[in-house]
């Protein structure tokens, strides 16, 4: 499933709990797709906190605490990670990450915690939802086949990559515009994974946010930075991405676009998907501003310039998924739209 609907049933999960409808949710994928960050996502927009409890670090008394005399009988004290309303609130969201990592006699501590939302005499507050993740048999990670019994106490969904989902979150969080027109020319790079040849840097959704960081850093440093790419996406894509960031010297001028002046389109593709993302990225900076709906009317203006049209309808897609339907009040929008027409739109849903 991709990433944008598995964050609406988290969601939709997390609001559960208080109605008493909640499942447990566990995500499968392949490192480096996103899952933990999908939690996280879910927890800062509910603004709640995530207890992440990495199950491949822990013996089973972790979780079911430690045993105590008490009079003549004996007593569990109950671990101070687990959640406490008291402590972290009466809302939030337990993770179990790595799950399928933990040795199975960890995981079988973990079967009443996760199903009945207790151990002994501890209880999971009634608003906290239980989420889990882990990577899938092949991956080349230290995994264990998932025992029958703790898999049935589970929803399960598959994590898949999917690049319009990858951009529009890129585009909210700040990654390097460079980044974004890279992979809109290059898609199949987005995720590149090959269990067989167990590589210690690839292309991920994580990765790519390494290279975002290798460019701020090593930016200004030729020497440095094709090194640094290959450290975070692996030898080939690294190459990739530094000639292609070399090219942009032959960028048209993007203020001059902002002004609306003609420009003309560059007749390179990586250059267009360049030009596409840097419009993008200033149509998102103008948000709130005072000159925004000027702004966007000069990129709608240019959009219509693309040879190919279908460039022309990703950049508006983009951008509406960035700035909203305020676009759409845009005089411009209008024109555009029915220049259009007979291109099929992007669906936001």
């Known amino acids: 499933m991709r990433p944008a609907q598995l964050l609406a049933v988290l969601d939709r999960e997390f609001t559960s709990t208080r109605e008493g409808h909640h499942t447990p949710v566990m995500l499968w994928g392949p490192p480096g797709v996103g899952k933990s960050q999908m939690i996280a996502q879910i927890a800062a927009q509910r603004q709640v906190p995530v207890i992440d409890i990495r199950l491949s670090q822990m013996e089973p008394t972790d979780l079911r605490g430690i045993p105590f005399r ?29 799950i399928t990592s933990a040795a199975p006699t960890v995981s079988a501590a973990a079967y ?42 589970f ?73 640094a790419l290959q450290a975070c996406v692996g030898p080939a894509a690294g190459i990739e991405l530094k000639a292609f960031v070399d090219n942009l010297d032959n960028m048209p001028d993007i203020d001059a676009i902002m002004r609306g002046e003609d420009v003309n389109v560059p007749k390179e593709i990586d250059l267009q998907y360049a030009v596409a993302a840097a419009l993008v990225g200033r149509a998102i900076r103008a948000k709130g501003e005072g000159n925004s709906q000027e702004v966007w009317g000069h990129i709608l203006d240019y959009a219509r310039n693309f040879p190919q049209r279908e460039m022309g309808v990703m950049l508006v897609s983009d951008m509406h998924r960035a700035v909203g339907e305020e676009m759409f009040s845009v005089p411009q929008f209008a024109d555009w739209a029915k220049a259009i027409a007979d291109v099929m739109l992007y669906n936001s849903n």
């Open 70 to 98: 008490s009079g003549d009988t004996v007593e569990w004290a109950i671990p101070a990670l687990l959640p406490d309303a008291a402590r972290h609130g009466e809302s939030g969201i337990l993770f179990l990450d790595e």
């Open 112 to 153: 009443q915690l996760i199903l009945d939302r207790r151990l002994g005499e501890y209880k999971v507050p009634d608003g906290w939802a239980i989420f889990a993740a882990g990577n899938r048999q092949g991956d080349r990670g230290v995994t264990y086949t998932m025992p029958a019994p703790l898999a049935n106490r």
């Open 155 to 227: 929803s399960h969904f598959e994590v898949d990559t999917h690049l319009d989902d990858w951009v529009a979150w890129a585009y909210a969080n700040g990654i390097d515009e460079r980044v974004i027109a890279f992979l809109r020319f290059r898609p199949e790079l987005l995720f590149d994974f090959d269990p067989a040849h167990n590589p210690v840097a690839f292309p991920s959704p994580r990765s790519w946010e390494f290279a975002h960081r290798g460019l701020q850093k090593f930016g200004d440093n030729p020497e440095l930075l094709l090194g």
